[in-house]
Structure formats: C-alpha cells, structure tokens
C-alpha cells in the first residue's frame, strides 16, 4: 500500500540567490514539516516588480499537480497594514501578500475561498517586521502541507475584496491591423518575453515585430534566421519573445523591461 505524498510547497520570490533568504524559508518548512517536497519555481523576479511576479505565477500554475501549494512573495509594503492572504482555488492553495501579486490568479482560475491570515499559531513565535516570507507564508505553507485546514489560518474574506493591479497586456487600434505591447521580462539566455499575446495574431497572416528601433519577422524558432541575427517567435508561455541566435538579446539589441513593442499585419 502506497503512503500519499504530502503537498509540494513551490516557491517564488524576488530575493535571488547570493543571500541566506531563500535558505532560511526552506529551513523553516522544513523544520515543521521535514517530508515536504520544495520546488523553486524561481527567485529572480525583478525587485519589487508585482506586475512581473504574477505574470510568471499565472503562466506556471497550470503545470502543477493539484494540490500544490504556492508561496509568492514579492513585497515591497512588508511590515504595513497589508494583509496576508490564503487564496484556494479548484487546484490549487496560494499564500502571498494581498498587493496584486495574485492578480493572474484571481483572473484566470476559479477561486473557491479566500482567507486573511492572521492565526499566530501557524506563524513562527518571533517575527521580523520584513521578513513575512520566512516567518508568515513559510510556516504557514508548511502547517498546510502537513494537514492543517485552510480554515484555520484566520477569517474567511470575499475575493473581490483582494487586491489586483493591471497586468501588461496588448491592444489593438486598428482593428487588429496591429497590437501593442511591453516587455514583461527577460529570461536567463536574453530572451525578452513580451505581452504580445500569440493568440491574437492571425495566424493566416505575417506579422512583423517592432522593438526600440529593430523590425522582427515572426518565425518559428531559433534556427529559421542566421547564427547571431534577431528573431520574434511564439515562447512556451504563449507570448511573443524576443530573441537572438546563440546571443543575448536584451544585450545586443538593447532592451530592457518595461520598452514598447508592437506587431503589425505585414
């Protein structure tokens, strides 16, 4: 007979890697619950950037196995009058600060209860001021995975009461002639992931991508143009990025986050 594995507990933050902080979240879940399974989904959210956070959550949630617990922290107001939130959806159990990280959440899942946490038996006894991520969600995340009921963390709150910021999106002027957009983020290779979404662009026609003072075509992967040369093409979240082959494109072509793009009917 096959013992059921507890929840995995999945964290992202804004905190990198060079300091203990990370660390320390993982020394406290285990701590409380030594048989949890920890995922870094990653750390490297730009500093502060809420809007980016939950992007990313948004767009990595669905590879989860039900059940997962999230622990996002991306909080510049730690320490204010903030709350702390336990948001469940149909999946899926979510532990952040209620300033928008969990926009994408609300947006695009079906959220079944939302709790303020404020159970200070769930908590670590001593509590820095700005560090909710060691000893708020960390703990918390930790009683959950080892049964506690999500009741229990403090007093149940309507959803639409949390909450939300606007997330990077494209539009069109023109009737679809065209769409605009930013860049949301750049990956670890350069890449910039865009908020030009795949999905509205005809697929019957080609388009040609503007960033900054560079003209992309769309193409469909990395060696449909020459070694070094930039490229637009549909990413795996279902955004358009851009890239150069075997390059760094943010580099090279000079982009940063937060610069416009722009795809247009060709």
């Given at each position: 007979m096959h013992t059921a594995l507890p929840p995995a507990v999945v964290l992202m933050t804004d905190f990198g890697l060079s300091d203990t902080y990370v660390g320390q979240m993982k020394g406290v879940i285990l701590s409380i619950a030594p048989a949890t399974r920890i995922i870094?989904?990653?750390?490297?959210?730009?500093?502060?950037?809420?809007?980016?956070?939950?992007?990313?959550?948004?767009?990595?949630?669905?590879?989860?196995?039900?059940?997962?617990?999230?622990?996002?922290?991306?909080?510049?107001?730690?320490?204010t009058s903030r709350k702390a939130i336990a948001v469940e959806t149909a999946r899926h159990i979510f532990l952040a600060p209620d300033n928008g990280l969990l926009t994408s959440i609300f947006q695009g899942a079906e959220v079944t209860r939302c709790v303020t946490i404020t159970n200070e038996r769930y908590m670590l006894s001593s509590r820095s001021s700005t560090f909710h991520g060691r000893d708020v969600f960390s703990p918390v995340a930790a009683h959950l995975a080892s049964g506690v009921a999500f009741?229990?963390?403090?007093?149940?709150?309507?959803?639409?009461?949390?909450?939300?910021?606007?997330?990077?999106?494209?539009?069109?002027?023109?009737?679809?002639?065209?769409?605009e957009g930013t860049i949301i983020c750049t990956d670890h290779f350069g890449n910039l992931i865009t908020s030009l979404d795949s999905e509205v662009l005809e697929r019957s026609n080609q388009w040609l991508v503007s960033a900054g003072e560079h003209e992309l075509p769309i193409c469909r992967t990395y060696c449909d143009v020459?070694?070094?040369?930039?490229?637009?093409?549909?990413?795996?979240?279902?955004?358009?990025?851009?890239?150069?082959?075997?390059g760094n494109a943010a580099e090279i072509l000079g982009l940063k986050d937060g610069d416009p793009v722009r795809a247009d009917r060709v």
């Open positions: 870094d989904l990653t750390h490297a959210v730009t500093a502060q950037n809420i809007a980016q956070g939950t992007f990313l959550l948004g767009k990595s949630t669905p590879y989860f196995p039900d059940g997962t617990i999230f622990v996002a922290v991306v909080d510049p107001g730690v320490g009741e229990e963390l403090g007093s149940e709150i309507n959803p639409s009461t949390c909450t939300r910021i606007p997330l990077p999106g494209c539009q069109s002027r023109d009737n679809g002639a065209s769409w020459a070694d070094q040369q930039p490229l637009a093409y549909t990413g795996s979240s279902g955004m358009i990025e851009i890239a150069v082959r075997n």
